[in-house]
């Protein structure tokens, strides 16, 4: 590793920094007078919602803005000298030698066509000009850092041989090989899966530490900045709101979009009919569309007509806190510790009878072993194992698990575009389990309906909204005639809370929340019973989360649904499930009340998850429990138990129990189960993983 | 990939027969036969004469098995025609007795070309190799001007270079080699250029730049443009590419980027192209040969096809798919070694 | 009379182009004030390459359309054998038998005006190519659909046909089909038979697909189309018009099926290869799941999705279907010999370009610009469509 000379002044300092874009039409603010500091050895976490202008900083400090990108204001020093003033010789000096970046898609960021040694070497030799042997020998060593096994055959793989975890790892490695000053971390973790996420920062953070490097760290997810920084910068539309220590911005926020972001996020104590979260009202404005003066005013509660519209708004010094700042004019005025005025608390629905069964479901599928070439021999995945529960009215039950665990079969069997391999599901007392879709009848095609993941795929972008609700009225045959039918198409509008206007846009000119709304009023044209929601938040924006949460929870109260929560999250699950499944590789490894799941004794992998999901709450203390590796392959389980390559309690098993056989499903409590082969007494000594320290 | 090659060859096997058979079928096809007898008998002949002259020279009979005559796996015919012993397999002057049974391309046997009065396989070999030696410069100077041009236009997307190149690859794909070439000859002639030849006669006897030039270029143009516009939608995507952002923020140099991260990346869409681009070049290599006078395999083939002379338009056809499946075979293989994110298990 | 200098030339062929140059000039005031409005139309005029493309293909198709116009004299019957081969702008000997008393462009090897055969040559193309176009369009959707959306067997199959199609050499096919014995064995007339009624039942599918909820609605419309295209059909690919309106010449039908069958294949994987691509889309699973048919889920769901690439390839195939219309010409085939299309002209003139290179030439430039300015179009609206 290169020795740097200690520098003691900041390693970043970033002033009065705008930035904008040029179309064609107009130039495009895409970050204004935004001011940071990083101290040697610090992690600043930058947070914001998307289209804030996080990443365009991040890019403005490696001087990569593209084509239409130009610094327009403001300084961008690094250890004092310039960025901006450098010729590109000399950037190309610093970049990869003293800042180094990390990106979020794994995957893109590394050459597929380069072997993976090859890709690290280079960045020594080009900086230091080191032999080639020396360079693998730094590999080496640096691979070893990042806790990867095998370095030396990882050097000689391609990136597509490796998995997302693994890769990630690669691209920190790739980042460290020339210690860098200070490190860029651009969402790292969020095409990972949650538990390999929390693998991965727990390496960040040590190896920080180790490196004594800078950090900036870009994430919208508050928790994971709490885990890993030491101070924190709130961003909204382009301008930091807010900048402090971690702990003041956290429990004495001075600004009220961090106060409003915090209200809106599932924190421990949240409940969906007690405490209710409280969504932040309107939309996230455009950059061309930004109002006057605040560009919070328009959402905020404490909003004055003609002060805080009135002109520019400064970052102001909050008095007695060192390095405390925030962009907002009454701040001093606002009362921070008011209590949290209860949003009307409402009734919990009352749960009704069994409506919908899963008993033994299997679903087996045959993969051609080699995709390009159709080989013969065929591969067996198991994507469900022996699935059985009930789903009873107005309840929602939360189906919990990581990529490859089987959910996504799940729904595909319970909505009929795939058929069970063996067992049943029984809707009302009527077998489905085996009627492909074009088989059901329209009241049952109806009456279970899906809420989709992703926003902008859930809506066909060559209809109008109106149009794509009306047609699914048609095809559920309600109403008599065209007019009926666009009524009810307007009222549909009403309930998932969109302007009428809105039946007659195309789905581009609408927002990834209102998106999501069009998508529930879908589900809900022919009164659906049993909803399936396929993580139906976790692609929009903390703000619009709760919003959207909320109004599924409302149209579950009125119309009795049985919702079906698909999601990896166990904030969220935790805030509005009432019972709660986690899945691992096919299997249901635990079952039960969310107060069973959320108490000890726990599944181990239910332990590790919970574990895993970063917090935003200072006053939480987590047990720390870190999976090793990644999540086997579904074509390729492990034998025996599916969670033991990873369990941190297989020895407590003797025998190699858990190597061998796969656990039979245990009761552990009236409505509690458990696959897993440790004993009553291991399972009731477990401590609990989330302790919320006393006040 | 023994197995994949295999079924590959499986599949090529079955093109190649079906393909054959649609040529066969549509030059036996009883008005395509009359044309054939009066082209060879007499124009005057009656109807009764052309009939008498397809049943003594063999085209009578079920299509399928004539076809299989030409495959060499039925028996050749064989007929007296007053007094004098014909068949499939009998050369000048030969009886029964001393031909083979099995005539057809199985046996090595193309057949006889009605029009150019030759063994098929000769003329194909003679022919062939002329219309190599076109291929080889076409593609000497085809394939690199063309990865060029692509590949500088889409190192810096949107710059004058791009757009001024592009411009260019556009014009070349928008132009046929008809129209080219009457524009190449027209300006020869017009502005008096003597090193040049608006005729390609010459170059059979032996190849010089000045009567071979023309060709090359008429030919190479067309399908650089298209080869040259694919190399630059595929670089253009690679440079704006995470990893290539990722090779820069590392310090990597313009050169480097483009040289050791982008190119390897940037060549698998073409290389696919440039491949695929063999079986659409014979249209051009029929056009250039007929426009200059280079009497090649693409003028074979315009001459067996006006005369319908049909064992020579079987042969032509299987040369054609030939080079058509082999180049598909490569291509797909070649991917597969360009890009290691396939490999095959 | 004095033959005309080059400027004269020039001068007098933009004066007998007036008629385009006035509708160029409206489309493109009227398109420019309204761009905003247009959508991806409106938009091609924030692109130089797109409106430079926009503006050679309006040139050429306002050009077929006023034909009667422009040209100065008939490109087949009016024949001055005293102008065989002559210069560009020489005069006619009895200029009070014609309206026009120059050969502009000079005459052809028969002494007809080449100005006017390049003109009328236009419509020839346009006639064609855009229609052969869409059928193989037609043709390629409807079969490409179902290959990508069901997999398994039938894209086997499908697939297998159209890499059959597309491994046969274009000149050896065109060689083989495009003859006088094919027409008169009535070949192309069970070929056309086949291959005219993919439109009907693509819009047959069409309608049901999204009306089927509402059957008086469905009747009404499919019967419409039922009725009508049965009668176009009848008339194109049978010569059965009961109303004797409309026909199609038996070569002209060949070449025009010939076409179609070289370019549906080509349409049939890019539409393969993009259902396989879109049906990933959670929309479709939407679709899927609120009980949807398969034909809509295509055709309503995919397909409509799909418009972009396929409109940029619509463009740059009626450029290569101009170029094969122009091969065929330039070999003989399927035409009748006195024929203006660009392609059989290129051919009659090719011997003479030495000594009369004014035969060729201009209608080679002609093709060569109507080419260029669908590809330039082409690639203006991909450019621009990628800008959303």
């Known amino acids: 590793m290169p020795q740097r000379e200690p520098y003691d002044g900041p390693i970043l300092e970033i002033e009065d920094l705008s930035i904008s874009f040029f179309t064609r039409l107009r130039e495009i603010p895409a970050v204004m007078d935004f001011s940071c500091r990083v101290m040697p050895g610090e992690a600043m976490g930058l947070v914001g919602e998307s289209g804030c202008g996080k990443s365009t900083v991040a890019l403005g400090v490696m001087q990569d803005l593209g084509v239409n990108g130009r610094i327009v204001g403001g300084s961008i020093k690094f250890k004092g000298q310039d960025l901006g003033q450098m010729t590109l010789e000399q950037l190309s000096k610093i970049r990869g030698s003293e800042i180094a970046m990390i990106y979020q898609e794994p995957m893109a960021s590394l050459n597929p066509a380069m072997k993976i040694g090859k890709q690290l070497m280079e960045v020594p030799m080009i900086h230091e000009g080191v032999s080639e042997d020396e360079a693998y020998r730094r590999a080496l060593e640096v691979v070893e850092d990042v806790k990867l096994p095998d370095p030396a055959r990882m050097l000689n793989s391609y990136p597509h041989q490796l998995s997302g975890g693994q890769q990630q790892r690669i691209v920190i490695a790739m980042a460290l090989m020339a210690n860098p000053s200070l490190l860029i971390l651009d969402e ?88 209710p979260l409280i969504a932040i009202p309107g939309n996230f404005p455009l950059p061309h569309e930004r109002p006057n003066g605040c560009n919070f005013g328009p959402r905020c509660d404490y909003f004055e007509a003609g002060r805080c519209d009135a002109g520019d708004i400064k970052m102001h010094e909050v008095q007695g806190v060192e390095r405390h700042k925030t962009r907002c004019l009454r701040f001093e005025e606002i009362d921070w510790d008011a209590p949290l005025e209860l949003a009307e608390t409402k009734t919990k629905g009352e749960i009704g009878d069994v409506v919908l069964k899963m008993d033994n479901l299997k679903k087996y599928y045959e993969v051609a072993a080699s995709a390009l070439f159709g080989g013969g021999n065929k591969k067996v995945v198991k994507a469900n194992e022996t699935l059985s529960f009930e789903a009873r009215e107005s309840e929602t039950l939360a189906i919990v698990g990581e990529s490859g665990c089987g959910k996504s079969t799940f ?14 599901i029984t809707l009302d007392n009527k077998s489905i389990g085996n009627t492909p879709i074009e088989n059901r009848d329209t009241k049952t095609v109806a009456d279970v309906q899906m809420v989709f993941q992703n926003p902008f795929d859930t809506l066909n972008p060559s209809m109008t909204v109106g149009s794509q609700i009306i047609r699914a009225l048609e095809i559920f045959k309600v109403g008599k005639n065209t007019d009926e039918r666009r009524q009810r198409m307007l009222e549909l509008l009403d309930l998932v809370k969109l302007p009428r206007a809105f039946a007659d846009r195309m789905p581009r000119q609408l927002s990834g929340g209102q998106k999501q709304r069009v998508g529930i009023a879908r589900a809900f044209a022919g009164d659906a019973r049993i909803v399936v929601a396929d993580e139906p938040v976790s692609a929009l924006d903390v703000s619009v989360q709760a919003a959207v949460t909320d109004l599924l929870m409302e149209i579950q109260r009125k119309n009795k649904t049985t919702l079906l929560f698909i999601s990896h999250d166990l904030s969220i699950v935790r805030y509005l499930s009432d019972r709660v499944m986690v899945m691992y590789l096919g299997h249901v490894v ?83 189960q458990v696959k897993c082969h440790l004993s009553d007494a291991e399972l009731a000594a477990m401590e609990p993983v989330i302790k919320i320290a006393a006040e | 990939m023994g197995l994949f090659i295999l079924k590959r060859l499986g599949l090529m096997l079955l093109t190649m027969l079906c393909l054959t058979f649609i040529v066969f079928w549509l030059t036996n096809l009883d008005a395509k036969l ?92 003679t022919r062939l190799t002329l219309t190599g030696k076109l291929m080889f410069w076409v593609m000497i100077v085809m394939v690199p001007m063309a990865l060029i041009v692509g590949v500088l236009a889409g190192m810096r997307e949107g710059s004058r270079t791009d757009r001024s190149l592009s411009v260019f690859s556009i014009v070349t794909t928008a132009t046929p080699e008809y129209v080219s070439g009457v524009l190449f000859i027209f300006a020869v002639s017009a ?65 480097n980027i483009v040289m050791k991260h982008a190119l390897r990346n940037a060549l698998i869409a073409p290389f696919t192209v440039i491949m695929l681009q063999f079986p659409w070049l014979l249209t051009g290599v029929v056009i250039v040969e007929t426009l200059f006078n280079y009497k090649g395999f693409g003028w074979t083939l315009v001459q067996g096809a006006s005369n319908n002379d049909i064992e020579l338009l079987l042969s032509c056809s299987i040369v054609a798919v030939l080079v058509v499946l082999v180049t598909q075979l490569i291509s797909d293989i070649g991917y597969v070694f360009l890009n290691p994110r396939i490999r095959v298990s | 009379m004095e033959p005309l200098s080059t400027a004269q030339i020039i001068w007098s062929m933009f004066i007998q182009f007036m008629p385009v140059w006035v509708a160029l000039i409206i489309t493109f005031a009227v398109s420019i004030t309204f761009k905003r409005k247009l959508g991806l139309y409106g938009k091609l005029f924030d692109s130089p390459v797109g409106m430079v493309g926009l503006f050679l293909v309006l040139f050429w198709v306002f050009t077929a359309f006023l034909a009667d116009m422009i040209a100065t004299f008939h490109p087949i019957e009016d024949v001055i054998s005293s102008m065989r081969r002559k210069a560009p702008g020489t005069a006619i000997p009895n200029p009070d038998d014609f309206g026009y008393s120059y050969f502009l462009l000079g005459g052809d090897i028969l002494g007809r005006d080449v100005f006017s055969r390049m003109v009328m040559g236009s419509r020839e193309v346009l006639k064609i190519a855009p229609a052969a176009t869409l059928f193989a369009f037609m043709a390629g959707i409807i079969l490409g659909l179902p290959a990508g959306y069901f997999a398994g067997k039938l894209d086997t199959i499908l697939s297998f046909i159209a890499n059959l199609v597309l491994s046969f050499p274009v000149i050896l096919l065109f060689f083989l089909l495009v003859t006088p014995e094919i027409v008169n064995s009535g070949i192309p007339r069970y070929m056309a038979g086949l291959l005219f009624l993919f439109p009907i039942i693509f819009l047959v599918i069409l309608l049901n697909s999204r009306y089927y ?48 069958f070289v ?78 299309d660009w392609g059989s002209t290129i051919n009659a003139g090719k011997g003479q370009i030495s000594f009369a290179a004014h035969i060729a030439v201009p209608p080679a430039i002609a093709l060569m610009t109507l080419v260029l300015g669908l590809n330039l179009l082409a690639d203006g609206l991909r450019e621009e469509s990628l800008k959303d």
């Not at chain 1, 729904?411 to 049943?424: D, F, I, P, R, Y």
């Not at chain 2, 397809?54 to 015919?77: C, E, F, H, K, T």
């Open chain 1, 188 to 275: 790292p973790t969020t095409a990972l899966d949650v538990t390999v996420e929390a693998a991965v920062v727990e390496l960040v953070k040590d190896l920080g530490k180790k490196y004594g490097t800078s950090m900036l760290f870009i994430s919208h997810n508050l928790g994971l900045v709490l885990e890993t920084c030491d101070r924190i910068c709130v961003m909204y539309s382009g301008e930091a709101v807010e900048t402090g220590s971690i702990e003041d911005v956290f429990d004495q926020m001075q600004h009220p979009y961090t106060q409003a972001l915090f209200r809106s996020i599932p924190l421990p104590g949240a409940d969906k009919n007690a405490r």
């Open chain 1, 411 to 424: 729904a595909k069997v319970l909505m009929g575009l795939e058929t069970a391999t063996e067992g049943s």
């Open chain 1, 590 to 672: 635990e079952l039960g009340t969310t107060e069973q799941v959320f108490q000890p004794p726990y599944h181990p992998y239910t332990e590790a998850l919970l574990s895993a999901v970063p917090i935003a709450d200072t006053s939480v203390e987590k047990k720390h429990v870190v999976l090793e590796g990644d999540i086997p392959s579904a074509m390729n389980p492990p034998s025996g138990c599916p969670f033991q390559t990873r369990c941190g309690w297989k020895d407590k098993v003797a025998g190699g129990l858990c190597e061998k056989e796969v656990p039979p499903v245990r009761i552990l409590a009236e409505g509690h």
């Open chain 2, 34 to 125: 009359e044309t054939l007898a009066k082209t060879q008998g007499s124009a005057r002949m009656t109807d009764t004469e052309v009939q008498q002259w397809i049943a003594n020279n063999g085209y009578d009979g079920s299509m399928i098995g004539r076809y299989g005559q030409w495959l060499g796996i039925v028996p050749g015919w064989t007929k007296e025609v007053r007094g004098e012993e014909r068949g499939r397999c009998l050369e000048q002057g030969m009886t029964f007795a001393d031909a083979p049974t099995y005539c057809g391309i199985l046996q090595g046997d193309f057949g006889y070309s009605t029009v150019l009065r030759d063994d098929v396989s000769t003329i194909i070999k």
């Open chain 2, 191 to 255: 502005f008096g250029i003597k090193w040049l030849k608006g005729s390609a006669a010459s170059a059979m006897d032996g190849l010089t730049f000045a009567n071979f030039t023309l060709p090359v270029l008429t030919m190479a143009l067309y399908g650089m443009g298209y080869i040259a516009r694919m190399t630059r939608a595929s670089m253009t995507e690679v440079m704006t590419a995470q990893y290539i952002r990722t090779a820069r923020l590392k310090g990597v140099s313009f050169g």
């Open chain 3, 213 to 260: 909820t509402q059957p008086p609605l469905r009747n009404m419309l499919v019967g419409t189309v039922v009725v009508l295209g049965g009668w176009v059909y009848l008339g194109l690919a049978w010569d059965a018009d009961p109303l004797g309106m409309i026909t199609m010449q038996g070569n002209q039908l060949i070449v025009f099926i010939s076409v179609v």
């Open chain 3, 263 to 340: 370019n549906s294949p080509t349409v049939f994987r890019i539409v393969r290869g993009m259902v396989l691509d879109i049906q990933t889309r959670d929309y479709v699973a939407a679709a899927q799941t609120r009980g949807e048919g398969p034909w809509y889920i295509m055709l309503w769901e995919i397909l409509p999705n799909a418009r972009g690439p396929l409109l940029v390839d619509f463009c740059l195939r009626i450029g290569y279907t101009t170029i094969l219309l122009g091969t065929l010409g330039f070999f003989g085939l399927g035409v009748s010999p006195e024929s203006s």
